[in-house]
């Protein structure tokens, strides 16, 4: 927690016995700390800070002669060990890289650790994994290779490491790799498995190592023979399941574990996983609520015939004998997924009555990379076409009513809800979040300039403008006339909000019905209690009046003053 004067106050590493009491502060570390972990034999803290500023750094700053040159004044983190007994520290670590992600080796002699060009959020895939002995201060990259590495995990005997690597960004498959700690040639122990490994956790025999996946609408955890390669799975399809730790005796797994109708807790488990005991219940308050259902739904596509699924979850007591209003909610990403994991937004929806759908798209991730680079140069027209033969599905199945149709999104599915917006009249009323509706000046906007490079031939846009702006829901816009309710935090940097401008100021003067909310303080992903039950409340509100479900479970006076602000 923090240490020092409020408004100079750094995080700093505090202790506090294991039966109670007091904490105490223990590290000093001028700038900060970022990260820490225990040596082996408790003696030495290993921390992940910056250097401290300079006394003429520290002064201008005091005088807010704060300047910041883009791209040149980075904040870069190192390592370094803390002697618990002296409170000496001293860095270990030394590149013109950030570090993080760092490990102990299991006798104290070395580090693993990752690093990155820069902190900016635009490198975070350009990883490289190292190793470093703590006693000579030498450090060399754990495997030479121009892939991303990352995630290096030392095994229990400390002769070997298992560390994560892909062929190139984003889209490409992230495998599981071992090499010798002293060095040599790794070698993939992942097989043929084609779905991305996660983070690897050894058993204590050192004979297996477990990692948790995506794989379709679950999470599970997936065990790989080390001596065989091989890896098979060990929890269902229809749980999301997140492995954290193994016991120090090797007997007990603890992780998360959720569904569509249970938030996450805390399980543990023997490492077969065929039973997993939840040891917590965080939200047991929701056993005398009634919700909503959720089950995985496939359907073909009007692209190109290739399957698709998604997960839909039904009205609260929803019997299939009548149609209900019906709302599409495309994730964001585009490289993520719809799990069945507890959605308040979508519980939310089905008490007020809603079928909502989460189509898991070309591009989604957990089907392997060919489906998760199939949307290249592609936005707008295969996921588009995915989405839209979802809602047809759900249509055909009598389930969704076609006259009381709305679509929703945030980030990638508030670009798809702008493109939908563009290029179909289908829907009541559409509301698009955090969506990009400019892809050109999006690219310069963004702090993920990299990223978007890789769904259009590797290119910024003025060295492919047509391809980015025919992908643009700008270029169509004059075809909207579907009522908007655009949201967008005012301080969002990975879709900066004159994104949302653009939008909302073309629907504006074209006399479209549109509605425009913008939070103070809030970034990507809304923190603020208050915002976020304001932006459910609004959502039921504006689909509320169009799609003719007024809301039942909200106030009357947030009802009526939401309401004065529909368009």
Known sequence: MDAGDEKDAKPQVWFMYADGGEPWQVTKHKSGVRGFQFSPDGKTLLLTATVPPSEDEEKRGKQKDDAVVVDRDFKMSQLWTWNIATNEEKQISNGDFTVGDARWSPDGARVTFTTNPTPRLDDISLQTAWMLDVTNGKQRKLVETSDPTQ??????????IAYLSSSGLVVYQVNLFVVDANGGSPRKVSGKFDLNAGEPVWSKDGKTIFFSSDDREANRIFAVDVAESTVRPLTDAATVVSLAEISANGQTAVGTL???????????SDLSFALLDRITNQNAWLADYALGASEVVRWKSSKDGMEIDGIVTKPVDFDGTHKVPFLLNPHGGPTGASLLSFSPTEQIMAANGYMVLQPNFRGSTGRGEKFEAANQNDWGNGDF????????????????????????GWSYGGYMTMWIDT???????????????????MYSQTDIHRYLTVFFNAKAPWDNYQEYWDHSPMKFVGNVKTPTMILHGQADTRVPIPQAEE????????????????????NHGFVEPRHIQDRWQRYLVFFGKYLNNPPVTEPKAVVDRLSKDLP
């Open 151 to 160: 995630t290096a995990r030392w095994s229990p005997d400390g002769k070997s």
């Open 258 to 268: 959720g569904d569509a109708t249970h938030p996450d807790d805390v399980f543990r």
């Open 385 to 408: 076409k995915d989405d839209m033969s979802g809602v047809q599905a759900m249509v055909d199945k009598g389930w969704a009513d076609p006259d009381r149709l709305g679509a929703f």
């Open 423 to 441: 290029q179909t009249d289908r829907f009541k009323a559409i509301s698009p979040g955090a969506g990009l509706p400019d892809l050109y000046s």
């Open 503 to 522: 939008f909302y100021r073309a629907l504006y003067e074209r006399k479209v019905p549109v509605e425009y909310v913008t939070y103070p303080r809030e």
